[in-house]
């Protein structure tokens, strides 16, 4: 009875160190809600008008091609001012947030981005009027950014 | 500087929108991952990509640590008269690099 009590507590000591990997840097669904809220604050977001195109399966997370593009106009009195995207489960929920003007054309960029996980990716355009448009997708990776050793 | 590539259209039509490309050589650490010797590599990524068109500010990113090895970025500007597009990336420890270049109007 002794042995056994004790053979439990050493299994619980070994056990507890090793919790959440990385346990202390890491964006939840909630954080990524947080930092939406902080863009957008009390004004709602609506989905439509914006596209966010990234593959749906990802071999591998160190790269991963995105294009976000919004239907707009892009006049002087309508145009997207910024478009923002996020994720939910990178170390920090914010991908990056791009500033625009009616000197752009077209309310399209593109860039590539790191995924640490298989996760929901969320892009927000803000319109000149103070509307605010979204778009998301899910995507599955099979080998997650940072993973690998450096060089 | 021959660590960035850019593409972008050397002539264009006056009020076209041409889509600019930008490619940068950087490592875009995340501050997260252990080295060979065990330790973390310190945190070393842009944080920042502006676009100028004959100085005026057209385009500004603000980069995290979710943007991939080597940035790359793709973005519309509207060709009004012949100009330099500027670019300029600034970052930790220190990081600037700055590139132009030209597009006419046909």
């Given at each position: 009875?002794?042995?056994?009590r004790?053979l439990a507590g050493?299994?619980?000591?070994v056990?507890l160190?090793f919790?959440?990997p990385?346990?202390?840097?890491?964006?939840?669904?909630?954080?990524m809600?947080a930092a939406?809220?902080?863009?957008?604050?009390?004004?709602a977001?609506r989905?439509?008008?914006?596209s966010?195109?990234?593959?749906?399966?990802?071999?591998n997370?160190?790269?991963?091609?995105l294009?976000v593009?919004?239907?707009?106009?892009m006049?002087?009195d309508?145009?997207?001012k910024?478009?923002?995207?996020?994720n939910?489960?990178n170390?920090?929920p914010?991908?990056f947030?791009?500033?625009?003007?009616?000197r752009?054309?077209?309310?399209?960029?593109?860039?590539?981005?790191k995924?640490?996980?298989s996760?929901?990716i969320?892009?927000?355009a803000e319109t000149?009027g103070g509307q605010?448009w979204s778009?998301?997708?899910?995507?599955?990776?099979t080998l997650a950014?940072?993973l690998?050793e450096?060089t | 500087?021959?660590n960035?590539?850019?593409?972008a259209?050397?002539?264009?039509?006056?009020?076209?929108?041409v889509?600019?490309k930008?490619?940068?050589?950087?490592?875009m650490?995340?501050?997260?991952?252990p080295?060979p010797?065990?330790?973390?590599i310190?945190?070393n990524i842009?944080?920042?990509f502006?676009?100028?068109?004959?100085?005026t500010?057209?385009f500004?990113?603000?980069?995290s640590?979710?943007i991939?090895?080597?940035p790359f970025v793709?973005?519309f500007?509207?060709?009004?008269?012949s100009?330099?597009v500027?670019?300029?990336w600034t970052?930790?420890?220190?990081?600037?690099?700055?590139?132009?270049?030209a597009?006419?109007?046909?």
């Amino acid at each position: 009875m002794d042995r056994r009590r004790f053979l439990a507590g050493t299994a619980a000591i070994v056990v507890l160190p090793f919790g959440p990997p990385f346990g202390t840097a890491s964006a939840t669904p909630e954080a990524m809600a947080a930092a939406i809220r902080k863009v957008v604050g009390d004004t709602a977001v609506r989905e439509g008008r914006v596209s966010l195109d990234l593959p749906p399966l990802v071999e591998n997370g160190s790269t991963v091609p995105l294009v976000v593009s919004v239907e707009s106009p892009m006049t002087v009195d309508d145009y997207i001012k910024a478009i923002h995207v996020f994720n939910e489960k990178n170390p920090q929920p914010g991908v990056f947030t791009v500033r625009l003007s009616p000197r752009n054309g077209r309310a399209v960029v593109g860039t590539r981005i790191k995924l640490g996980d298989s996760q929901k990716i969320v892009a927000i355009a803000e319109t000149s009027g103070g509307q605010f448009w979204s778009a998301s997708a899910d995507v599955i990776v099979t080998l997650a950014a940072c993973l690998e050793e450096a060089t | 500087m021959s660590n960035v590539l850019v593409n972008a259209p050397k002539t264009a039509k006056r009020g076209s929108s041409v889509e600019i490309k930008a490619l940068i050589l950087h490592p875009m650490e995340t501050g997260f991952r252990p080295g060979p010797n065990g330790r973390i590599i310190p945190r070393n990524i842009i944080e920042r990509f502006t676009a100028t068109w004959n100085g005026t500010e057209i385009f500004d990113m603000e980069m995290s640590l979710a943007i991939a090895a080597n940035p790359f970025v793709s973005f519309f500007a509207v060709v009004s008269e012949s100009g330099t597009v500027g670019l300029r990336w600034t970052g930790d420890e220190g990081f600037v690099v700055e590139e132009q270049i030209a597009i006419a109007v046909e």
